[in-house]
């Protein structure tokens, strides 16, 4: 099967880069008519790429790479419910999840918008219940905290828009008096930190696992089962845990009452489920359903509209999705620095991290074809400023990293102290301005001349600028700006992989270290247990595995007892 980098579009583009190398940026951001040209609004927010490394040319040369890649046919067959996934045959559906009630789209010849909804009123229902109240605990208390518990794309993009909306003050209205605890490592000291403070009487448990089998999280709903039953009996699990599974058989052998279970699908992809009942759930739970809907079912939903009818030189995923593609595969810069200037958006970055190279961390094409070009994209980032105490060094003056900067005009938490020059979020704005400048212009050794630096320090502070970012401003971060947020970085990372080729959508790579664990963890019962010697590993593996048996083999327990945190 042919591969994007066989066509002119993409022969194109590489040809260009020679053209680009021979720019800066500094020269670049002289040229009114290109920075104007190189900013998009959209719904009172604002995208400025002119710091990019690219031209008016540039930008055209990657729409004719889009028209190659098919990419326009590409979104409509997503939106159409078509089985793009096509290594586990499934369709790709997270638009559906904020689709209106009214909505139509198919899978498999048929609208899945009502079951979406179907599965909304319940938890709207139920979400009421517990937040007023009528459901109540074993022992007759009102259930005031929840702890979720899932891993992955059942953790990450839930606790991402948790921790955005925890000082949003309507979203804190909503919230007074109640707890949203996330518990996604297997690790003992999780669990620890996670009930600590809890009791379980007031305590509901919300277990997120599509098959009901994902090792790490079906642990750790047992151990918290038992440290329900331990305080309440058995027969408080079923008024104390609830799930978000397809299993329901699996679900009522656990002991929660299926009734109690909130479905979801296998087009649905774990990193892609925040607007499910994964996020959904736990979300209402603490915030009340009418908030949750803002970020899912306005906000989000805004974006995918906008994603899948705005004309490309205006469509903000695309744009952002084909910068990508130029940054990585053409300018060879495998990663990018994801930066808000919003501490409320903390956990945007691991989310993303985790959207983006779980779905484009891929060495094939969909044909199954080894791809001759570097593909996806190395995710990370912090807060700003204090990234900028952080990791700036390197991105400034060694390695070019490509940077995302996310501003906020409105604080959620506005501080202005009395005779300060300006207030403390002019103060974080002023650093969100700056730094793209820095970067983009940096700083010759001319210039340091001029200043008297010291002839010893000069090479040590010259900036070489040239270095990418783009600015992305949004109006304030209510929780319909947190899904607006989320959507389009979801349908940006979708556009990179449509334009290379690749599957975005499956995740091959996760499998193989858990057949590995899988073997690990028998060896490890039948060495505790019997006393078994260490077989089937390399020398390595078996050295470790020894030695880690060897140093902890006075901190067992009795395995008739079950042993609970002490903290």
Known sequence: MALISDTDSWKNL??????????????????????????????????DYSRQRATVDTLGKLQKLAEAAHLKEKITRMFNGDKINSTEN????????????????????????????????????????????????ATGKPLKDVIAIGIGGSFLGPLFVHTALQTDPEAMDSAKGRQLRFLANVDPVDV???????????????????????????????????????????????????????????????????????????????????????????????????IVEKYGYTGAFSIDQHFSSTPFEKNIPVLLGLLSVWNVSFLG????????????????????????MESNGKGVSIDGVPLPFEAGEIDFGEPGTNGQHSFYQLIHQGRIIPCDFIGVVKSQQPVHLKGEVVSNHDELMSNFF????????GKTQEQLQKENVPQHLITHKTFSGNRPSLSLLLPALSAYNVGQLLAIYEH??????????????????VELGKVLATQVRKQLN??????????????????????????????????????????
């Not at 499934?90 to 609208?111: F, M, Y």
């Not at 810069?333 to 983006?356: D, N, T």
């Open 192 to 290: 620890a930190r996670n009930i600590v403070g809890l009791n379980p009487e007031t305590t509901l448990v919300v277990v997120v696992s599509k098959t009901f089998t994902t090792a790490e999280t079906m642990l750790n709903a047992r151990t918290l089962r038992e440290w329900i039953s331990a305080s309440l009996g058995p027969s408080a699990v079923a008024k104390h845990m609830v799930a978000v599974s397809t299993n329901l058989a699996l679900v009522e052998k656990f002991g929660i009452d299926p009734n109690n279970a909130f479905a979801f699908w296998d087009w649905v992809g774990g990193r892609y489920s925040v607007c499910s009942a994964v996020g959904v759930l736990p979300l209402s739970l603490q915030y009340g359903f009418p």
């Open 434 to 441: 700056a730094q793209p400048d820095a970067l983009a212009y």
């Open 526 to 567: 039948a060495s505790r247990t019997k006393g078994a010697a260490i077989e089937g590993f390399n020398p390595s593996s078996t050295m470790l595995l020894t030695r880690y048996l060897q140093a902890s083999s006075n901190t067992q327990a009795d395995p008739a007892t079950s042993v609970l945190p002490k903290i």
């Open 492 to 509: 940006r990372i979708a556009v990179e992989g449509f334009i290379w080729g690749i599957n975005s959508f499956d995740q091959w790579g």
């Open 90 to 137: 499934r369709s790709v559906l997270h638009v559906a999840l904020r689709a209106p009630r009214d909505g139509v789209i198919n899978s498999e010849g048929k609208n899945v918008v009502p079951d979406v909804w179907q599965v909304l009123d319940k938890i709207r229902d139920f979400s009421d219940k517990v937040r007023s109240g009528s459901w109540i605990g």
């Open 14 to 47: 590489t040809a260009h880069v020679t053209d680009i190398n021979n720019t800066h940026l500094r020269d670049l951001l002289n040229d009114s008519n290109r920075c104007q040209s190189m900013t998009v609004e959209f719904d009172g927010m604002l995208l």
């Open 333 to 356: 810069y495998p990663a990018r620095a994801i930066l808000p200037y919003a501490q409320a958006l903390e956990k945007f970055a691991p989310h993303i991290q985790q959207v983006s």
